[in-house]
C-alpha cells in the first residue's frame, strides 16, 4: 500500500459527460501528478501540483482541469468525454517537487478505471 | 524532450531463471532513473531506483545498473518467482525543477512456474 488514494475505483459513464476523480496524497507529500495510462500510450504525464499550486503541465487537454486543495487532497475533472478517454488514470504524490534527495520519488495510488461508452 | 525506449516488450522465463529489462535514454542531463512494478489491476510500484552519481544498486534479488557514457540502465531480476509476473516500467528524469519523469512503454514480464 503505497498510502496514496484515489476514488472511485471504477467508472461508467457516457460521451459529453463529465466526471470528477479524486486523490488523497501520502501524508506528508505536497506534490500531486495525475496520469493516464492507456494500452497504446503507456503511462501519460497530465499535470503537477505542488502545495496547492500548478507546477507543470503535459499532455492534458483543454477538457481537462485540476486543482489541489488546502488540505492538498486532489481532483481530477474531465468533461465533454469521448470514448477515447476510456483508461486509467494515476494519481502519483511525492513530497516535494525536486531539489531533496528523495523528495521527487513518486508513489503511485491505485488508480480510476474510467469507461466511457 | 526525454525520450525513454525500453525493451522488451514482453519476456518469458522459467522460474529460477534471471530476467533482464533494458532502457535507453535521450537525455545526458537525466540524472534520476526509478523502476517500477505495475500488477494486475494496481498502480506502479516502485522498486528501486538509481541516481547518477551510482553505476549499481542492489536490492535482495533485485539490481539495477546505470551506464551514462551509452545512456542505458538495466533491471536485473535473478532467482525469479511467480509472482514477478507484472508489467515493469523504467523512467528517467532530471532532478531540479518541476521533475517530471519519462517512462517507458513497459515490459510484462511473465514467470512460468
Known amino acids: 500500500d503505497s498510502g496514496v488514494t484515489q476514488t472511485p475505483k471504477h467508472l461508467i459513464t457516457a460521451t459529453g459527460q463529465r466526471v470528477t476523480l479524486r486523490c488523497s496524497p501520502r501524508?506528508?507529500?505536497?506534490?500531486v501528478y495525475w496520469y493516464q495510462q492507456s494500452l497504446d500510450q503507456g503511462l501519460q504525464f497530465l499535470i503537477q501540483?505542488?502545495?496547492?499550486?500548478?507546477?507543470a503541465k503535459g499532455n492534458i487537454l483543454e477538457r481537462f482541469s485540476a486543482q489541489q486543495f488546502p488540505d492538498l487532497h486532489s481532483e481530477l475533472n474531465l468533461s465533454s468525454l469521448e470514448l477515447g478517454d476510456s483508461a486509467l488514470y494515476f494519481c502519483?504524490?511525492?513530497?516535494?517537487?525536486?531539489?531533496?534527495?528523495?523528495?521527487?520519488?513518486?508513489?503511485f495510488g491505485p488508480g480510476t478505471r474510467l469507461l466511457v461508452l | 524532450g526525454e525520450n525513454v525506449e525500453q525493451h522488451p516488450s514482453t519476456l518469458s522465463v522459467q522460474e529460477g531463471d534471471s530476467a533482464v529489462i533494458k532502457c535507453t535514454y535521450s537525455?545526458?542531463?537525466?540524472?534520476?532513473f526509478p523502476w517500477y512494478k505495475q500488477e494486475l489491476g494496481k498502480g506502479p510500484q516502485l522498486i528501486i531506483d538509481?541516481?547518477?552519481?551510482?553505476g549499481e544498486k542492489k536490492d535482495q534479488r533485485i539490481a539495477v545498473t546505470l551506464n551514462k557514457t551509452a545512456k542505458h540502465f538495466s533491471l536485473h531480476i535473478t532467482e525469479t518467482q511467480p509472482e514477478d509476473s507484472a508489467v515493469y516500467f523504467c523512467?528517467?528524469?532530471?532532478?531540479?525543477?518541476?521533475?517530471?519523469?519519462?517512462f517507458g512503454r513497459g515490459t510484462s514480464l511473465i514467470v512460468h512456474p
Open positions: 502519483a504524490s511525492s513530497v516535494a517537487p525536486s531539489g531533496i534527495l528523495g523528495g521527487e520519488t513518486q508513489y
Open positions: 501524508s506528508g507529500d505536497l506534490s
Open positions: 501540483y505542488y502545495n496547492g499550486e500548478e507546477r
Open positions: 537525455d545526458s542531463a537525466s540524472n534520476y
Open positions: 538509481i541516481r547518477s552519481n551510482v
Open positions: 523512467a528517467a528524469s532530471i532532478t531540479g525543477g518541476s521533475y517530471i519523469p519519462t
